[in-house]
Nanobody
């Protein structure tokens, strides 16, 4: 059973920054993809960013240029640097691991952008 533990959420003002981290209980070096999803109240969970084993990344259009995903294989962590945060970024953010057709999820961390 893979365990993913998120940290770094909180309350931030519009235009501010936060950094989310996800620690995995297994080696992530060769795993197909890790990513971040988010779910706002009353909305479906959506993909925010993904990073693949080769290091290539993809982002939702709404966060391009503001968010950066990275991975540290030695520390078994995936991070999401979020800059220029907007009210519409408010959501619970979930770490995701996708490998061999299986999805594993963290418990989620709340990000609230408000003045």
């Amino acid at each position: 059973q893979v365990q993913l533990v998120e940290s770094g959420g909180g309350l931030v003002q519009p235009g501010g920054s936060l950094r989310l981290s996800c620690a995995a209980s297994v080696s992530i070096r060769s795993l197909y993809a890790m990513g971040w999803y988010r779910q706002a109240p009353g909305k479906q969970r959506e993909l925010v960013a993904q990073i693949f084993a080769a290091g290539n990344t993809m982002y939702a259009d709404s966060v391009k240029g503001r968010f950066t995903i990275s991975r540290d294989n030695a520390k078994r962590t995936v991070s999401l640097q979020m800059n220029d945060l907007k009210a519409e970024d408010t959501a619970v953010y979930y770490c995701n691991l996708f490998n061999l057709g299986r999805n594993d999820w963290g418990q989620g961390t709340q990000v609230t952008v408000s003045s």
